[in-house]
Every structure is written in C-alpha cells, then in structure tokens.
C-alpha cells in the first residue's frame, strides 16, 4: 500500500510545477537585435519634458563639448538606451547581459534577487536588477553617474532620488522598448524614451572606434 504523500511534499511538488512553468514561459531573447529600420523612437524634445527651474538651468548650459560622446566617453544610461548600433543580447539564469557595439558598452542586469551594495559607487552604467512580467523584461538601474548621460542638453542628476526603468517587451524576432527616467532634481516628471528592434540572426558586433577633437585624439 503506497503512503500518502505529506502536504509538504505536496507544497514543494507545486512549488516545482510553477517554478517550472515560469521559466517556460520567459521568451528567448538570445541573439543580436539591430535598430528597427523607420519606427519612430527616440529621445523626446526638450519641448515635451517639465524640467524644474534647476533643470531648466543645466539645459541652457549644455554645449557641445558637453557631449559625452563627443569625448569618446561610452553613453551610458539613460543616454545609451536608444542606441543606433547593434546590440547582442546574452541570457543567463543569474543575468541578462547587454553587449553594444557602440562603444562596446557592457550592462549586466542581475535577475537572481540580488541589490546594489551599499558602497557600490555610481557609474555610467549603474546597477541593474530585472524582473519578468511575462514576455517583458522589466529593468531598474539605479547608482548612475551625474551629467555625463547628456542628451541634446537633456541632464541627469544622479541623485540617490534618480534611476530609470526600462520596459522591453519581445514579441517573436521583435522588441518593443519604454524607459522611463526619473531625476525630480531635474524633471517635474518622468520622461520617456521609445525604441525597437529587430533580431538579426546574420549581423555581427562589429569593432568601434572613436576619434574626435575633443577626445584629444
């Protein structure tokens, strides 16, 4: 005569199946995804965005040689987010990393619960922690560095207060992003920035190099 089985045994057995179903239900995402040729995406105009009076005072200050990436500085977050160049995209159970090809810009989104340490020091990548809701990889990164992720005179504080959450939604070989970034030093409220892509199974990542007067270079 077989024993019953005990509610724990019952518990861990259930814990197992939905354990399992979720991660058959996280989509591959493996693969280089290039820009989607034509979809509006983007940077808003400083026209669109509520900067407070001490953001509207950094704005008026941007000139060019300001520009990170006129530096040959890699963008970083949140200006690196909307990148015209090729990205690849490497899952793993404990990260997700992301390899740009500008710049060659490295961002490891950590997907097994752990948080920034406390001395962790702010970056132009931060720190990324991620979460699946679905099909969408839902991204916060927070311990950005200040007013180096200018774009078109758009600054960040880097404030503790300050952090972004990106939204990427894959359906099949397409991506679909919404970021979102707070500073309530700089901006009265959120803005947002729109991006898409398309996997590529035949691109490659290609070397970049960066040459530019104000480099020194």
Same mark, same amino acid.
């Given at each position: 005569?077989?024993?019953?089985?005990?509610?724990?045994?019952?518990?861990?057995?259930?814990?197992?199946?939905?354990?399992?179903?979720?991660?058959?239900?996280?989509?591959?995402?493996?693969?280089?995804?290039?820009?989607?040729?034509?979809?509006?995406?983007?940077?808003?105009?400083?026209?669109?965005?509520?900067?407070?009076?001490?953001?509207?005072?950094?704005?008026?200050?941007?000139?060019?040689?300001?520009?990170?990436?006129?530096?040959?500085?890699?963008?970083?977050? %949140?200006?690196?987010?909307?990148? &015209? /160049?090729?990205?690849?995209?490497?899952?793993?159970?404990?990260?997700? !990393?992301?390899?740009? *090809?500008?710049?060659?810009?490295?961002?490891?989104?950590?997907?097994?619960?752990?948080?920034?340490?406390?001395?962790?020091?702010?970056?132009?990548?931060?720190?990324?922690?991620?979460?699946?809701?679905?099909?969408?990889?839902?991204?916060?990164?927070?311990?950005?560095?200040?007013?180096?992720?200018?774009?078109?005179?758009?600054?960040?504080?880097?404030?503790?207060?300050?952090?972004?959450?990106?939204?990427?939604?894959?359906?099949?070989?397409?991506?679909?992003?919404?970021?979102?970034?707070?500073? %309530?030093?700089?901006?009265?409220? &959120? /803005?947002?920035?729109?991006?898409?892509?398309?996997?590529?199974?035949? !691109?490659?990542?290609? *070397?970049?190099?960066?040459?530019?007067?104000?480099?020194?270079?």
């Amino acid at each position: 005569m077989n024993a019953r089985p005990t509610m724990g045994v019952v518990a861990a057995v259930a814990s197992g199946l939905a354990l399992g179903a979720q991660a058959q239900s996280v989509p591959e995402i493996d693969g280089i995804w290039e820009p989607t040729r034509g979809a509006p995406a983007g940077h808003p105009s400083v026209a669109d965005i509520s900067l407070t009076p001490e953001g509207r005072a950094e704005f008026e200050r941007f000139s060019e040689e300001n520009d990170p990436t006129l530096k040959c500085i890699m963008p970083g977050v %949140p200006l690196g987010i909307h990148d &015209p /160049y090729p990205l690849e995209i490497i899952q793993q159970n404990h990260q997700i !990393a992301l390899l740009y *090809e500008h710049f060659h810009m490295v961002r490891r989104i950590f997907m097994d619960g752990r948080q920034a340490p406390e001395d962790w020091w702010p970056s132009l990548v931060g720190f990324s922690v991620g979460r699946w809701e679905g099909n969408t990889l839902v991204v916060r990164t927070t311990h950005l560095a200040p007013n180096l992720t200018w774009h078109n005179g758009m600054p960040f504080s880097g404030d503790a207060e300050a952090y972004v959450v990106e939204r990427y939604r894959f359906d099949g070989d397409e991506l679909f992003l919404t970021a979102e970034v707070f500073d %309530p030093r700089y901006y009265q409220e &959120p /803005y947002v920035i729109l991006s898409s892509r398309t996997r590529s199974p035949d !691109a490659m990542i290609l *070397e970049y190099e960066c040459f530019s007067e104000y480099s020194g270079f």
